[in-house]
């Protein structure tokens, strides 16, 4: 009896293993994000009638952005499910990051998706952190393609006196991205402030000004 009960179970896993892979593929050739529609992990379809080949397009990856005013001297130019409707289900979207000289695209992750970089002009030195705390990194070079591990703390700088830009693709349509100092000094209710004193080892007056630097997100 117990046998049974066993390969009933194991049976009606396989069973519901297969539907939830079945029903992940496309069923139809594309699925245009309407953007004005109600988000349900996604958007929905578009009207195919109403399709335009510039569901598909975007040009915004064609020139550097400025880095001149940013604080960091880093600029990310996304190209997701927001910017091209087309990738709408298709779990794939890319970015590109421009760094000034000696600028940082500093740590933080995708919650959603792994990330690959292409060096498109200059030297970088990039890295990821594993969960027991050992740091993967490397200087890479004008063509050179490093990869992040979904959802790890990673990181890009420019450590030399030349501009510098990637090319970036993700294994998600809207890969999310959460830094740390924003995330932790930044957020909206703020973190107490004993808390984050007690856990970075800091006095409540640093935290303090620490958070002076990350306007709480709205």
Known sequence: MATSMI??????????AHTAFAESNMLQDFCVADLNGEKVNGYPCKDPAQVTP???YYIGLANGASTTNTTL????????????PGLNTLGISMSRIDYAPGGLNPPHLHPRASEAIFVLEGRL??????????LISKHVNKGDV???PRALLHFQQNPNN???????????????????????????PPIPDDLLA??????PQEVQKVKGKFPAKK
Not at 73 to 84: D, L, P, R
Request: hydrophobic share 50%; charged share 10%.
């Open 73 to 84: 001297g880093s600029a990310v130019t996304g190209a997701n499910v927001e910017k091209i």
């Open 54 to 56: 510039e569901d598909f």
């Open 7 to 16: 390969y009933l179970f194991v049976t009606i896993l396989l069973v519901a």
């Open 146 to 148: 490093f990869v992040f």
């Open 162 to 188: 030349a501009p510098a830009s990637v090319l970036a693709a993700f294994d998600s349509q809207n890969s999310g991205a959460q830094g740390v100092g924003p995330s932790l000094f930044g957020a909206n």
């Open 125 to 134: 030195f990039v890295g990821f952190l594993t969960t027991a705390g050992k």
């Open 198 to 203: 007690k856990a970075f080892y800091l006095e």
